[in-house]
């Protein structure tokens, strides 16, 4: 069973940054793409950033030059620096991870349970 547990959320004001941490831990045999994701009240999840093949990088507009992402492949683990952070940033974040658990299995979607970043002065 594979299971994604983030850290490093919380309020910030606006201008600030915060780090993000997403570790993947369980029965893993590769994870093809880490990333995130977020939710604003009343609103649909939207990519943030993602990192595919431990290199290739894609990112949202509105983020593109604040927020970088990062991975360790050594702990299975996802970054997601987030600086000059604005209240629009505000929202549920939540890691993402396709992965395949055996060398004989499909790869597979996996949700972190989400953390909350709140920009507010």
């Known amino acids: 069973q594979v299971q994604l547990v983030e850290s490093g959320g919380g309020l910030v004001q606006p201008g600030g940054s915060l780090r993000l941490s997403c570790a993947a831990s369980g029965t893993i045999f590769s994870i093809n793409a880490m990333g995130w994701y977020r939710q604003a009240p009343g609103k649909q999840r939207e990519l943030v950033a993602l990192i595919i093949g431990g290199e290739r990088t894609n990112y949202a507009d509105p983020v593109k030059g604040r927020f970088t992402i990062s991975r360790d492949n050594a702990k299975n683990t996802v970054y997601l620096q987030m600086n000059s952070l604005k209240p629009e940033d505000t929202a549920l974040y939540y890691c993402?991870?396709?992965?395949?658990?055996?060398?004989?299995?499909?790869?597979?979607?996996?949700w972190g349970q989400g953390t909350q970043v709140t920009v507010s002065s």
């Open positions: 993402y991870a396709r992965i395949k658990p055996g060398w004989n299995t499909r790869l597979g979607d996996y």
